[in-house]
Every structure is written in C-alpha cells, then in structure tokens.
C-alpha cells in the first residue's frame, strides 16, 4: 500500500465473547477473564466437546443472519463512538467495507438437505442470507450512498478492510469509511476446523510449548476511518491513526503458514515503509497468535527477526479464533491499549517453548511507546498487517 499521510480513526465498536463494548472487553481482557465452553447454539457428536468463544445473550435479529447482526451492533457503537448520527451524516461520502470468513451462509442445513432429496423447501434462507451481506446490511441501517464492499480473504479480511478503507480515503473516494469484521460460530466451520486437526480440546494457549491449536469465536469489530477535512470540519479527536498496510501471499499452502515467513516479513515490511515508522519505534504487537503449532512457531521467529525485543501477545486466548473479524477485533484492542498506555497478559501462555523465537507477555505490562502493530495470517498464504499510532502521535 502506498500511503503518504496517516488516516484518522474517530470510532470504535466491537462485540465478541469478552463483552458487548470495547470498554468491557479491555476491562475483561485486564481482569484475565476468559470463559470457552462447549458451543449451545448447535450440537455436536464428537466425543470431546471442543470449546469455543459464543457471545452470550445476543439474540440478533430475526431478519438478519446473526454475523450481519453482529456487525450491525458493533457499527452502532461505532457512529456512537465516533460522534455521528444521521444528521452529521448527511452530506459526506461515506463508503462500508467489511470481512468476512463465512458471512454465516453454511447455516443453510436443513435447505440443503431437503433439496438434495428432491423436495422443494421454502426459499426463506436464501432470502435471508442475501438479505445479509454485511457492508449491505450496514450501508441500509445508515443510509451510506459510498462504495460497499465485502471482503472473503480467510483470516485476514478484517486487517485487509482497514488498508482498503484507508486507500479509499487517500484517494480522495470517501470522507468517512466504516470497516471491520463480522463472523459468526457455525457447526460446519467448527467441525472444518476439528477435521484439520488444529481445534484445542482445552482453552486454547498461544504461543505456549503445550499449545495444540485454535479455539473458534464468533463477533465483530468496527472502526471509523475519516479523511483529515471531516475530522477537522467536525472538530473530532481522533482515536488513533492508520499509520500503513501492508499485505502479501507466500502461496506455501492451503492452509499451513510458509515456515520461513516471506510472506509475514514482506507484509511487516511494507506496512512500517507506508509512513516511514521506525521498527524500533513499535511499542506491542498483537500477534495472529492462533495456537496452533505451526503459525505460533513461524510468527515468533518472524517478531524475532523484524520486530526484537518488541512485546507481542495475543488476544484470541480471550475471544477466540473470530475468523474474519479477528483482524478488526484486534486492530480495536491495539487502539484501546495505545489509549491507556498497557497491554494485558496474553493468557493460555505459562510455559516457554524453546522452539520458539521469543515469549509473549505473561503479565498486564505499561509501555510509553505511541505504535504498535495487529497481524493477520490466513489459510492459502494470506498475511497483513495495520500499523496504528496513537491519536496524538500524528
């Protein structure tokens, strides 16, 4: 991505396991709260029940499919968050870019079997899932008229979102871009994920040398992305800033990161060139950090070999693997620290793995850096990464 000025971010919404807000997420996450347990919106014959990250009590909406309706919460909080309603919208190009992994169509069982055994089953789901396009769904509630966009790239859609976003503000597309990530828990990706063999029968341990892979989580992430003359016309503060972008594929495997890392370095790389930030500059990483063995060992030598004696952790040990939405979730957290000046422990974590190329944190620590960086690695070779500054370090 080629980036010549930084890009305002002026709000934040988020809902996953560790809460309905951003505030009670960081409040969780610095509390060491974590909860993952057997799924209870669908069932499951496997033996061992392997624990996932539900949000509990959110019933959605009927006439949505609930990944768009957890993004349409998340949104709200946003606009809250950012000082908008539909008055101070009116007039400003405002474009909606979403990731997602599986946007919640697989939940369409009972269609499809009825259809392969040759009935007619009522057209209701499908209905419902092309009524629930997540930009589209958030471009309706707001009125939006910009560009919308979603966006399928594995685990990476919702750190590509904020790039994309971003490049459309430069480019002078858009005055405000909403971007983030929304996915929800189905009984297909859960079972997908067991028959890969990466899914944790415990609560997962990034980074950990009894790591034995992922926990899946569902939620949403949501930040305001906003050009230099909106923010200024509203007289806003800004959050924090997009500071650069960078993606690249290694195109190793269909789903096992490529052990050297090219494709990770390449994506740090290009990130940190957008605005000239300085590596040593860089106060935390929030790592993919999946725990599963492969991605684990591969990140902590590439953080080892680009960014040294960084701290990094990860927050999946609080939220889950949330698929499309994790890289928006963890840009949010990465912003939220930055504000308070701490990270939290990176949970699950305890005992040292000498075939690692480095620790992630094991205790809440406070730093005085203003940057830090949230990376993303998907299935099929996928890697990209946000740099986020702090909103009074641009």
Request: proline share 6%; glycine share 12%.
């Amino acid at each position: 991505m080629t980036q010549t000025k930084p890009v305002a971010i002026t709000g934040l919404g988020c809902i996953c396991a560790a809460g309905d807000s951003v505030v009670a997420c960081l409040d969780a996450m610095f509390r060491g709260d974590r909860a993952p347990a057997p799924p209870v919106r669908f069932t499951t014959t496997h033996p061992y029940p392997f624990p996932v990250f539900e949000v509990p009590q959110f019933l959605g909406e009927p006439e949505l499919l609930r990944t768009s309706a957890l993004a349409l919460f998340a949104a709200r909080e946003a606009i809250v968050d950012a000082g908008l309603n539909r008055e101070t919208l009116d007039g400003l190009r405002v474009g909606v870019c979403m990731g997602t992994t599986v946007g919640s169509t697989m939940n369409d069982e009972g269609f499809s079997r009825a259809y392969r055994a040759g009935q007619e089953p009522d057209l209701a789901p499908m209905d419902l899932i092309l009524n629930s396009n997540p930009a589209d769904v958030i471009a309706r509630e707001f009125g939006f008229m910009g560009p919308c966009q979603t966006v399928v790239n594995a685990c990476s859609s919702g750190t590509d979102v904020i790039g994309l976003g971003a490049s459309w503000i430069a480019a002078g597309i858009c005055d405000m871009v909403v971007v983030g990530g929304a996915d929800e828990l189905s009984r297909i990706t859960y079972n997908g994920f067991i028959s890969l063999k990466i899914s944790d029968e415990a609560p997962c341990k990034p980074f950990d040398v009894q790591r034995k892979g992922l926990n899946l989580g569902e939620g949403a992430g949501i930040l305001v992305l906003e050009s230099e003359q909106s923010r200024q016309e509203r007289n806003c503060k800004a959050r924090a800033f997009m500071l650069g972008y960078g993606s690249a594929c290694d195109a190793y495997h269909q789903t096992a990161p490529k052990p050297d890392g090219d494709g990770l370095k390449r994506a740090i790389a290009e990130a940190l060139a957008c605005h000239n930030t300085e590596a040593s500059s860089v106060a935390f990483v929030n790592a993919h950090g999946t725990g599963t063995p492969d991605n684990d060992r591969v990140e902590s030598h590439t953080l080892a070999a680009m960014l040294p004696g960084v701290p990094f952790l990860s927050t999946k040990g609080y939220t889950g693997h949330t698929l499309g939405a994790a890289g928006a979730i963890e840009a949010i957290f990465c912003v939220a620290c930055l504000e308070q000046g701490r990270i939290p422990a990176s949970i699950g974590f305890v005992t040292a793995d000498p075939g690692l190329g480095g620790c992630p944190v094991s205790e809440p620590l406070t730093f005085t850096g203003t940057v830090a960086l949230s990376n993303s690695l998907a299935f099929g070779g996928n890697n990209a990464v946000v740099v986020l500054g702090r909103g009074d370090r641009a």
